[in-house]
């Protein structure tokens, strides 16, 4: 259940990132496009914590931890970069 919430949350980031490039960018594709590479870096960190704090609270070994980090990073930053490729595109 954690790791649905925390993927949810990353998504919910994505959103604030893509509002925000909508409304502080020129064009709205390319400020969107920025807004959905910058969130990349930002949600490797989110989720390298989310790692570490599994490690380190919740007990679990990094080799437990790894692929649920995998998981948890690779669904927002898929769906980031994919929006990021359609933006491009328009």
Known sequence: M?????IAAGLA???????????????PASGM???ALAFVPV???????????GVRYA???VKEELPIFLLV???P???AVFL???CTRA
């Open 73 to 75: 990073f690779a669904v």
């Open 84 to 86: 990021w490729w359609r």
């Open 43 to 53: 949600w490797l960190l989110g989720a390298g914590w989310n790692l570490w704090h």
């Open 2 to 6: 954690h790791t649905i919430i925390v």
């Open 33 to 35: 496009a920025a807004a």
């Open 13 to 27: 980031l994505l959103g604030l990132f893509l509002l925000g490039g909508r409304l502080l960018g020129g064009a």
């Open 77 to 79: 930053a898929a769906l």
């Open 59 to 61: 007990g679990y070994t």
